[in-house]
């Protein structure tokens, strides 16, 4: 009797992409950290805020307070022509989002620039904006979806390139750190892997007693475990302190009469420059100034 057969399909883009970050994130010699935290009182200040931002947007901001401070938690590890460590004047997020692109599920990464000099309200537009636009109107979706076109040879060698050569265009195309969490599906990242120096995840976050374990995983050549280590201790200490402030003061501030998400904002391009850190207005009213 013959036997049906499967069939082949092709690679579409964002497994192409993934395919290019697994072959660099590879070389680096990565380690994790990780760190129980307690984080009740941040729980019930997110539960009261007319927005209640992501968790994903507490943590970056955390991490970037973190990194402003630090500087070594802002530097790369780059190969060419020689082995040294540039540092970035500030900090860059690279967010894994979960998006459908041809009727599947894919990864897209998106750049928020300077965490540090923005709000969380200001956050959690871009990541809805991030979360929400058509694919093909979010610069980096774009680029990164006709760039999969390119021959793999191509591809790779504009990788190496970015990562290795030059420190500024490393940290603007693929961020200073990455953060990717599924604790939203009850799960979590043993060890995620990038070729960044430094990636942040969390687990799910009990509501009970708001504790989570949270993990650094870092690029040995640059960083060391007890450095990470006490790291995370600031990252919960930003998150009780700092964050929390945050929170309930936007609470008794301009938002209280907001009900529902936030509108979806294109994230700023140079928060990190005082003149264009102010309200934005919604992305329809701005200037087209897509990365």
Same mark, same amino acid.
């Given at each position: 009797?013959?036997?049906? @057969?499967?069939?082949?399909?092709? +690679?579409?883009?964002?497994?192409?992409?993934?395919g290019d970050l697994v072959h660099?994130?590879?070389?680096?010699?990565?380690?994790?950290?990780? *760190?129980? /935290?307690?984080? &009740?009182?941040? $729980?019930?200040?997110?539960? !009261?805020?007319?927005?209640?931002? &992501?968790?994903?947007? +507490?943590?970056? @901001?955390?991490?970037?307070?973190?990194?402003?401070?630090?500087?070594?938690? !802002? *530097?790369?590890?780059?190969?060419?022509?020689?082995?040294?460590?540039?540092?970035?004047?500030?900090?860059?997020?690279? +967010?894994?989002?979960? *998006?459908?692109?041809?009727?599947?599920?894919?990864? $897209?990464? =998106?750049?928020?620039?300077?965490?540090?000099?923005?709000?969380?309200?200001?956050?959690?537009?871009?990541?809805?904006?991030? @979360?929400?636009?058509?694919?093909?109107?979010?610069?980096?979706? !774009?680029?990164?979806?006709?760039?999969?076109?390119?021959?793999?040879?191509?591809?790779?060698?504009?990788?190496?390139?970015?990562?290795? /050569?030059?420190?500024? @265009?490393?940290?603007?195309?693929? =961020?200073? $750190?990455?953060?990717? &969490?599924?604790?939203?599906?009850?799960?979590?990242?043993?060890?995620?892997?990038?070729?960044?120096?430094?990636?942040?995840?969390?687990?799910?976050?009990?509501?009970?007693?708001?504790?989570?374990?949270?993990?650094?995983?870092?690029?040995?050549?640059?960083?060391?475990?007890?450095?990470?280590?006490?790291?995370?201790?600031?990252?919960?200490?930003?998150?009780?302190?700092?964050?929390?402030?945050?929170?309930?003061?936007?609470?008794?501030?301009?938002?209280?009469?907001?009900?529902?998400p936030p509108p979806n904002v294109?994230?700023?391009?140079?928060?990190?420059?005082?003149?264009?850190?102010?309200?934005?207005?919604p992305s329809e009213q701005r200037?087209?100034?897509?990365?």
């Amino acid at each position: 009797m013959h036997e049906p @057969k499967g069939r082949y399909l092709p +690679l579409n883009g964002p497994r192409r992409f993934i395919g290019d970050l697994v072959h660099f994130a590879r070389k680096v010699p990565s380690a994790p950290v990780s *760190r129980l /935290m307690d984080l &009740s009182v941040v $729980f019930e200040a997110r539960a !009261r805020h007319p927005y209640r931002p &992501s968790w994903a947007c +507490l943590f970056m @901001k955390a991490y970037a307070l973190v990194g402003a401070q630090y500087t070594p938690l !802002r *530097r790369s590890y780059l190969e060419f022509p020689w082995p040294r460590l540039y540092e970035h004047p500030w900090m860059n997020c690279a +967010l894994a989002i979960e *998006r459908e692109y041809q009727g599947e599920d894919g990864v $897209f990464v =998106g750049i928020f620039r300077a965490p540090e000099h923005q709000t969380l309200v200001q956050l959690q537009q871009a990541l809805s904006w991030y @979360k929400n636009e058509h694919l093909e109107k979010v610069g980096f979706y !774009r680029q990164a979806l006709r760039f999969s076109r390119v021959p793999t040879p191509v591809r790779r060698m504009f990788w190496w390139v970015t990562l290795n /050569m030059s420190g500024y @265009k490393r940290c603007k195309r693929f =961020g200073t $750190f990455g953060l990717s &969490s599924y604790g939203n599906l009850g799960a979590e990242n043993l060890h995620p892997i990038s070729p960044l120096t430094t990636t942040l995840t969390y687990g799910p976050i009990d509501p009970a007693t708001g504790q989570v374990v949270v993990k650094l995983i870092y690029d040995h050549r640059v960083l060391d475990g007890a450095y990470i280590a006490r790291r995370l201790r600031d990252i919960e200490d930003a998150l009780r302190g700092p964050i929390q402030d945050e929170l309930r003061i936007d609470q008794q501030g301009t938002h209280d009469h907001i009900d529902g998400p936030p509108p979806n904002v294109e994230p700023l391009l140079k928060p990190h420059l005082p003149t264009l850190a102010p309200n934005r207005e919604p992305s329809e009213q701005r200037v087209d100034r897509r990365p």
